[in-house]
């Protein structure tokens, strides 16, 4: 009797022990398969090229904001470059889309509204038309006069626009992105790129305010974050 139930015992033991090796298992397999993780493995195939080419846009701002050589920050501007550094959010394909656009000059240049008294000419280029978590969208695009006949922005429209994340995750005032000017009626608009005015980093600079038609009711959580 009793190595009968030294015997029950043991498989009583064994059995135990094999549930909990399953459940470790399943444990395991779930932390692997079921939690997204960060990391440029969940970028499609293909994708890669994409995203080495956001970051390094990233790594670049960054080094013309605190190379002395070239930023046209303050040294303790730059310092807080250095140590804080600029905050993004990780690149998603999701927010790089293909955008109608209508061209539309008609409207006469005007003084373009910002946080100092300083008015750029401006005037409106076009509208780009689309559709983000099913919600649609209409941005303006604007040309600055005063660097129209520059060659580094002769060919550039101007895009500020704000969204729900303003405040939250990203700066209150808005941000920013540039587009060449296209030469069909569509476009590729990357809000990867979007980025924040300098005013977003110190107010001694002047910047464009975003006007209220640029203001998208619908949350963009891409480009450049709130600095911090």
């Known amino acids: 009797m ?3 139930s030294q015997r029950n015992l043991t498989f009583i033991v064994f059995g135990i022990l094999l549930i909990v090796i399953a459940l470790v298992a399943v444990f395991f397999m779930m932390d692997s398969e079921d939690v997204p993780q960060k ?5 499609k195939p293909g994708k890669e090229n ?4 956001i970051l390094e846009e990233r790594r670049k701002t960054e080094t013309e904001l605190t190379d002395t050589s070239v930023s046209r920050f303050s040294e303790e501007e730059r310092a807080h470059f250095t140590e804080k550094g600029l ?3 990780y690149p998603d394909p999701a927010y790089r889309i293909k955008v109608h656009f209508t061209v539309d000059t008609t409207t006469p240049v005007f003084p373009f509204p910002t946080n100092t008294k300083r008015t750029p000419n401006y005037r409106i280029y076009g509208y780009l038309s689309f559709s983000i978590h099913d919600t649609l969208c209409k941005l303006t695009a604007y040309q600055n006069m005063d660097f129209k006949n ?4 002769d060919n550039t429209l101007f895009v500020p626009f704000m969204d729900n994340t303003n405040g939250i995750y990203t700066y209150g005032g808005g941000r920013y992105m540039d587009i060449h000017i296209p030469e069909s ?7 990867n790129e979007a980025y924040n005015p300098y005013c977003a980093y110190s107010s001694r600079w002047s910047c ?3 006007p209220f038609e640029n203001d998208l009711n619908v949350s963009i959580p891409a480009g450049e974050k709130r600095y911090k």
């Open 87 to 89: 905050q993004y959010f």
């Open 50 to 53: 994409y995203l080495q080419k």
């Open 208 to 210: 464009p305010l975003v």
């Open 2 to 4: 009793r190595n009968e």
């Open 185 to 191: 009626d569509t476009v590729v608009l990357d809000f």
């Open 39 to 43: 990391t440029a493995h969940n970028i």
């Open 150 to 153: 520059s060659p580094d922005y």
